[in-house]
Each structure stands twice: as C-alpha cells, then as structure tokens.
C-alpha cells in the first residue's frame, strides 16, 4: 500500500484520531463532526497543533501517534486495497448504513463486494447435523450464484468457506482482526486461499490491537454487505 497517496493519508490521520477514543468509530466520527477548522488535506503543521488542542494531548504524543499508525500501514501485504465509505468499490448496501465503518481493508475480488450475497452465522461448536445443513445450504446458495459470507472463525464459519470453495462458488470472508493477522490461527491457510479465490474483508487497521466486541462488530459489518442472514444455532 502506498502510504503517499493522500487518500492513505487521510485513513492514517482517521486513525490516529481513533486511538484517542478507545480505536471507537462512532465516537471518532462524532469527535471530527464537531471539529470547526479541520481539514484533512491541511498538513500536519497545521493538523498536529490543531487537533492535539481539541483532544487535550501534547503535540509530542499526538506525533508519535501519528508516526505508530504510520508505520503500521507500512506492514500490510501487497494486493490490500483500502477504500473508504464514498468509493465505487465500498459495498452499496453497506454504505447506507449510519454506522458502517469509515474505510475497510480488503484482499482479493473487490468486485464481490457489491455483489448478491447472503451470509451465514453460527457456533464455533456446532454438531455434526448443524454442519451438514450448512454445506447443503451453502450448495444451495452456490449453486444460485449467490456470494456466501461468513466470519471465518471455527465451526460454522470453517465449514461455509470449505464448502463454497469446494463447490466452485464464491466467499467473502469478514474477519474481526486486521488484514494482516490471522484468527483462528489455524485458519491462517483458508484465509490465503480467500484471498486468491473471494475475497477477505476487515474494517480494522493495522495499527490496532484485537479488542473482543471486534467480532459482534464485524457481524454487523457482514450482516450490512448481505441481503439476509442466516443463522444455525443447533450446538454439539
């Protein structure tokens, strides 16, 4: 990712923002909102002073923040595409949402994005009868030419993904981590192999830490790209 591009830049200083509300969207959103004199195109000579005043932060901290998620953004692998809320490529569905995520990082067929899909929910525990339905579901779905989403976690997340690819079709997987980690780490491998064959999706930088609401937030991120979702709830 070319971190000169101005629209990078834009995401880096967001998220520079961000850290100072606990990485919250909502509250970094509202924050900015209410901002009288800020520009992100400014520079930072006018920007660190400016926003470190609003935030009640010395310009030092504010700065070496600032260098952090910088220097983050340079870890992402090769082929990550960032796009924010008003691109073409940003899911239509998605953006119409109030509290859809700013920007999303995504790794593979960017076009499934604003593709039909449907997105499918369940157990990281889940018996061997909630799992043969979700393979003859997701046939279904396949079958249709209907993206399948799911999470990528273990269980029914595992065994969407598996099945779609198995059969041809097409999954996206919505992952509560940033893009360059990899939750389960036994899933390390599909999610490579989403990369090259869908597409893996996270409204997470990389700068980041793996925080637990990260996953019920990814879910409304999946839910919001998806004309329905369904959910197994049947456990071992």
């Not at 909502?26 to 209410?34: A, E, G, L, M």
């Not at 940003?90 to 109030?98: G, N, T």
């Not at 799992?131 to 269980?155: D, W």
């Amino acid at each position: 990712m070319d971190i000169n591009n101005v629209y990078v830049r834009d995401a880096i200083l967001y998220y520079t923002i961000q850290q100072y509300f606990n990485c919250n969207d909502k509250k970094t959103s509202r924050f900015i909102t209410q901002l009288d004199h800020f520009n992100y195109r400014s520079g930072l000579i006018h920007n660190i002073p400016y926003l470190s005043l609003q935030l009640h932060v010395s310009e030092k901290d504010f700065y070496h923040t600032y260098l952090r998620v910088k220097e983050s953004f340079k870890t992402l692998p090769e082929g990550v595409i960032l796009v924010k809320k008003s691109d073409e490529i940003y899911s239509k569905l998605l953006a119409v949402i109030p509290t859809a995520p700013p920007y999303l990082f995504l790794k593979g067929n960017v076009r499934l994005l604003n593709e039909k899909s449907v997105s499918v929910v369940g157990s990281r525990d889940a018996s061997r009868e909630a799992m043969e339905k979700t393979e003859i579901l997701v046939k279904a779905l396949v079958k249709r030419n209907i993206v399948v989403n799911a999470g990528l976690a273990k269980g029914i997340d595992t065994i969407t993904h598996q099945t779609a690819l198995k059969n041809n079709g097409r999954t996206i997987a919505v992952i509560g981590t940033p893009i360059n980690q990899y939750y389960p780490k036994e899933n390390k491998k599909l999610q490579l192999t989403i990369e090259k064959h869908g597409l893996v999706v996270s409204q997470f930088p990389p700068c980041n830490k793996v925080y637990k609401w990260n996953f019920p937030t990814r879910n409304a991120t999946m839910s919001g790209i998806s004309i329905a979702t369904t959910i197994f709830s049947l456990m071992a």
